[in-house]
């Protein structure tokens, strides 16, 4: 699931040129994602474009545009013929793989961003930094690389407040949780190896692993 | 007498520090510099210190060599990789570079460039084993050299950390340091005896000298901006009163240095003075303190 939220309108519109043709397609989205709005952020996006005189051909809620792009495209064939260009209101997954399957013009209409709140709430999707080469042996069982803000992997910076991170002061120290984790287990002393590097290429995804 | 054989000499070493300039006018900076010449045994260059694009550390040291200073070359793992890391101590070694003070750095979000990329690919531990590779004549992946360095380096220590597990990962963290080469350390700003002495009961079996940090105190509202805002930093209130109570600022701001490198004395092996724009009061606070 990949959150999004809409551009600025004005940059939406600076994506479209004169005399433009223009299909919206709306991803329905995975649970999340889908709270944003449906049916009242195409009809919002529609007034406002054909109020600037750009030609909406139509617009539709289809869904999930990452699975399912073909598929979606070829319903939507007869309503595409004379449309130039698609603007996507879906996550860079949707978009990129509805460009994978159209030759039309397909613009973004979206930014998508890590998921900040449920990375709060839940602290599990930030957890794990799938690194390759876990540490939590050594650590106490916290990732130092995710619960660091500079992922540091010998110990903590000079930056360290009141048990709080230089970054913020809301925010634990994530260095400081491991020692204290630590102590509870009585074991100190680990905290004295070192940690290697990490290899980079591990945590890339495939197109930037070269092996 | 270089600043590696004044410590082996066990003499009491002071070093200073310069921030470079933001910009390209360097007057000032030699200017303080001409200063603090023949009064300091070495002079820090700090690497964009609180994540502010400024002037950068390797060209500031190369200019005081050129000036017949010896600086400390700042390296922090903010904004290089391992690939520019080590590059740039083999440039900073050609430049006559040959103290080393590695660091973290600050985070970017604390700068002037808050949507800078932190990289932070090495830490300070893992940058001072980096180093000792480079003085054996090998790079991080263990191909060999043509033509080694021979870096003297340094690391930093918090003695003031506030809490029993901050101060106890500062000890955790100096001792790795220690492991990986660090041949000297400098600390935070001290401003309380008490608690400095206390800090090196803990690390004297190290061996290691241990050059304490002198901030210039130059108003109480800089003394309790810090208090707040510094990590590790904290002015007792009768030195923040002395300061609000004086008629002359600078005065009282030399007396209360003086006073801690007299107390320090004894404490450790030197003094690190960080007079952040005030480096010409540094020669009359080590008049005051009988340096």
């Not at chain 1, 039309?104 to 449920?118: F, G, I, L, Q, T």
Request: overall charge neutral.
């Amino acid at each position: 699931m990949i959150v999004f939220e809409q551009k600025p309108f004005e940059e939406i519109l600076g994506y479209l040129v004169h005399d433009e043709k223009v299909f919206i397609l709306r991803c329905k989205g995975c649970a999340k994602a889908n709270q944003a709005g449906g049916e009242a952020d195409v009809t919002e996006m529609k007034k406002k474009l054909e109020g600037r005189g750009i030609d909406i051909t139509g617009s539709t809620i289809r869904g999930l545009l990452c699975v399912k792009a073909k598929s979606i495209l070829s319903e939507l064939n007869k309503d595409l013929v004379n449309t130039s260009s698609i603007l996507v209101m879906a996550c860079g997954l949707g978009v990129q793989s509805l460009a994978e399957v159209t030759d039309k013009v397909v613009h973004p209409a979206c930014n998508s961003m890590p998921d900040r709140e449920s990375m709060e709430r839940g602290k599990r999707e930030h957890r794990c930094g799938t690194c390759g080469d876990c540490v939590l042996e050594f650590t106490g069982g916290i990732c130092p690389l995710t619960a660091c803000s500079k992922g540091l992997l010998n110990g903590p910076c000079g930056g360290t407040s009141n048990g709080k991170c230089e970054v913020s002061k809301e925010m634990d120290c994530g260095w400081m949780l491991i020692y204290d984790r630590m102590k509870k287990l009585d074991r100190l002393g680990v905290l004295k190896s070192f940690l290697e590097s990490k290899d980079y290429r591990k945590m890339q995804g495939p197109r930037r692993l070269i092996t | 007498m270089g600043f590696r054989e004044a410590l082996d000499s066990g003499k009491f070493v002071v070093t200073a520090e310069i921030g470079p300039v933001k910009g390209t006018e360097v007057e000032g900076i030699l200017e303080n510099a001409q200063i603090l010449k023949g009064r300091v045994d070495a002079i820090n260059v700090t690497d964009l210190q609180s994540s502010v694009m400024r002037l950068g550390s390797m060209a500031v040291c190369h200019l005081l060599i050129d000036h017949g200073l010896e600086p400390i070359f700042q390296l922090t793992c903010r904004d290089r990789n391992r690939l520019a890391l080590q590059s740039d101590l083999l440039s900073a070694w050609v430049l006559g570079i040959r103290n080393v003070l590695a660091l973290t750095g600050d985070h970017p979000t604390l700068g002037d460039h808050p949507q800078a990329m932190p990289v932070f690919d090495l830490d300070s531990v893992s940058l001072l084993r980096v180093i000792r590779r480079l003085n054996e004549g090998l790079d991080m992946m263990g191909n060999q050299l043509k033509g080694s360095t021979d870096f003297f380096p340094g690391a930093v220590v918090n003695p003031g950390a506030d809490s029993e597990a901050a101060f106890e990962m500062q000890i955790i963290k100096m001792e790795k340091k220690i492991m990986e080469g660090a041949r000297f350390f400098q600390t935070q700003g001290v401003y309380d005896l008490d608690v400095f002495k206390k800090f090196m009961r803990r690390v004297e079996g190290f061996r290691v000298p241990v050059l304490a940090g002198i901030i210039l105190l130059k108003s109480a509202g800089m003394a309790r901006f810090m208090n707040k805002n510094v990590a590790g930093v904290f002015v007792p209130e009768p030195l923040i009163k002395k300061m609000e109570e004086t008629k002359d600022k600078v005065k009282t701001s030399i007396q209360i240095a003086a006073g801690l490198v007299k107390g320090l004395k004894d404490l450790c092996q030197g003094v690190h003075i960080m007079a952040i724009g005030w480096e010409k009061r540094v020669p009359a606070v080590l008049e005051e303190a009988g340096l």
